[in-house]
């Protein structure tokens, strides 16, 4: 299983990126897909999942950011609006079972396949 993520870059506070996320080896709409980012010194940490159709955001991202896929490209992506500085981060695409309960959506050990991260970084 590969998984690929691109799409980061260097964006102005407020500005739009979209991330992509593509798999080879494994089909993305049948298992569940996470975004998760990791900052420089912190913890790795949830930004949001989509399962079966259901979507699920961390707070600090809830209202910014979409999370979709596009079956017939086996592509997943994550549509960041609104990007403010504490957004800045490597983000990571993942892929898990879509037997997961939603709670476990949020921990990164429930995910068995991780892209290689793409970095996102916000600033003036």
């Known amino acids: 299983v590969q998984l690929q993520a691109s799409g980061g870059g260097l964006v102005h506070p407020g500005g739009s990126l979209r991330l992509s996320c593509t798999g080879s080896?494994?089909?993305?709409?049948?298992?569940?897909l996470g975004w998760f980012r990791q900052a420089p010194g912190k913890e790795r940490e949830f930004v949001a999942a989509?399962?079966?159709?259901?979507?699920f955001y961390s707070n600090s991202v809830k209202g910014r950011f979409t999370i979709s896929r596009d079956n017939a490209k086996n592509t997943g992506y994550l549509q960041m609006n609104s990007l403010k500085p504490e957004d800045t981060a490597v983000y990571y695409c993942?892929?898990?079972?879509?037997?997961?309960?939603?709670?476990?959506?949020?921990?990164?050990?429930?995910?068995?396949?991780w892209g290689q991260g793409t970095q996102v970084t916000v600033s003036s």
């Open positions: 993942a892929l898990g079972s879509d037997r997961l309960i939603a709670s476990s959506l949020y921990v990164k050990n429930n995910y068995d396949a």
């Open positions: 080896g494994r089909t993305i709409s049948t298992n569940s």
């Open positions: 989509i399962r079966r159709g259901q979507t």
